[in-house]
């Protein structure tokens, strides 16, 4: 059974930085196109922001967080990061990770969430200006 399980979310001041975790199990995540989502509040859209193909050697960034946040992942602990920086209040969200079979990120379908088959519960992430 697939679990992930997302952590490090906060509130922070705009152009400040958090790290978010997402331990899974079930899955060794490095054989995944292993993405980060994020939901503003009610309404919008999940929104594609980084993905990750480890053995394909590649990740993939949404235009709006290029040079900003960095996708990362310890295949020891099986854990996948998003390091974010220069945080805006638009990047206010609940931030999701999720896995996908790898051709999702190889195909350049990262960004679509039907693409995905397990999510986490996702943490909160709060900037504020």
């Known amino acids: 059974q697939v679990q992930l399980v997302e952590s490090g979310g906060g509130s922070v001041q705009a152009g400040g930085s958090l790290r978010l975790s997402c331990a899974a199990s079930?899955?060794?995540?490095?054989?995944?196109?292993m993405g980060w989502f994020r939901q503003a509040p009610a309404g919008k859209e999940r929104e594609g922001v980084a993905?990750?193909?480890?053995?394909?050697?590649?990740?993939y960034y949404a235009d709006s967080v290029k040079g900003r946040f960095t996708i990362s992942q310890d295949n020891a602990k099986n854990t996948l990061y998003l390091q974010m920086s220069s945080l805006k209040p638009e990047d206010t969200a609940m931030y999701h990770c999720?896995?996908?079979?790898?051709?999702?990120?190889?195909?350049?379908?990262?960004?679509?969430?039907?693409?995905?088959?397990?999510w986490g519960h996702g943490t909160q992430v709060t900037v504020s200006s």
């Open positions: 999720a896995v996908a079979y790898f051709r999702v990120c190889e195909s350049g379908r990262w960004y679509s969430h039907f693409a995905y088959t397990n």
């Open positions: 079930g899955v060794t995540i490095s054989n995944y196109c």
């Open positions: 993905a990750i193909y480890t053995y394909g050697g590649s990740t």
